[in-house]
């Protein structure tokens, strides 16, 4: 898979140096001519749309990326990888308490708002938009989008650990032993909450140990949903990355490679990426203020 991307982003690398040879210093970069995108935007029949972290911070989520996110003494990378979770289970799941239930007193923002009325306006003009977001929190589909590849997995479903069964649980708290526990503060001292009294299976006589259906740091990401994101790639005549650093991989690298394939990539971020020479657009500033105009109905599209 390593290799596989790499060949492409070696293809995507070629691709952008020769085209960027034809062309003067400052055509090279990404425009930000707005109008322009809005006419690609209105000739596009299938659209995917990348997220990241940026847009759910637009909602007051956390990302747990900077050094300055941390939940109590640790940072995302300690708690949300497969070893702290068989060390420690009832460290990791105060850890997801508190994010369950952050996200679930959160309202989509004005990106998540925009992306779902986009789907839902071009749905009926035989046009599609695809979501395929890094994103663990349920904002996109709150927000209405039906077509969501979460990449990342899901805060909001369990996985069981003994019979892999998956399943939405929107309970809150999600198990009586967790109620009021997850606090974030550096001094909170941790639950030391038995195995047992955790988050358990409810199929049949399973009762197996319950996790979070997140995608923990080094682990593999699901094949299945690959599979239709590689789909989705190969399909879309235009795709929007937004609010994303594009630095996890591999979504860092679904922008890129469209791009290789000569079709319009438009970024919407605070600021620019590593990937942002790659593509034709970039749109600097919260996406919740560059996404709307951008996705709103065009004065030619058919209603
Ligand atoms: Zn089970």
Not at 150 to 168: A, D, F, N, P, W
Request: net charge positive.
């Amino acid at each position: 898979m390593l290799l596989q991307n790499r060949a492409v982003f070696a293809l995507g690398v070629r691709m952008c140096t020769t085209h960027a040879s034809k062309r003067t210093l400052v055509e090279t970069r990404p425009s930000s001519d707005m109008s322009e995108f809005r006419k690609v935007f209105s000739e596009a029949k299938h659209i995917a749309i990348i997220t990241g972290a940026g847009v759910s911070a637009e909602s007051g989520v956390p990302t747990f990326r900077g050094e300055n996110e941390r939940w109590r003494k640790w940072q995302s990378q300690d708690l949300a990888t497969p070893e702290a979770f068989s060390r420690t289970p009832s460290r990791v799941w105060e850890f997801y308490h508190y994010r369950r239930e952050l996200v679930m007193n959160k309202k989509p923002s004005a990106a998540h708002l925009a992306i779902a009325e986009c789907e839902a306006r071009l749905k009926k003009q035989g046009r599609s938009v695809v979501v395929i977001t890094q994103c663990i929190d349920d904002l996109h589909r709150q927000a209405g989008s039906k077509n969501v590849l979460k990449i990342h997995g899901s805060l909001l479903e369990t996985r069981c650990m003994s019979c892999g069964h998956v399943t939405l649980n929107k309970r809150s708290p999600i198990c009586a032993a967790l109620k009021d526990k997850g606090a974030p503060g550096p001094d909170v001292p941790d639950a030391q909450i038995p195995v047992d009294k955790l988050p358990r299976c409810e199929e049949n006589d399973c009762h197996g140990l319950l996790r979070p259906n997140v995608v923990f740091f080094g682990e593999t990401l699901d094949s299945h949903i690959l599979t239709k994101v590689e789909k989705e790639m190969e399909i879309c005549d235009l795709c929007l990355v937004v609010g994303t650093s594009s630095i996890v991989y591999p979504a860092a690298m679904f922008g890129p490679r469209v791009s290789a394939r000569g079709i319009p990539v438009a970024e919407f971020n605070t600021q620019t990426s590593p990937k942002t020479e790659y593509f034709m657009y970039h749109f600097q500033g919260p996406c919740g203020t560059t996404l709307p105009p951008a996705l709103a109905q065009h004065e030619s599209e058919i209603m």
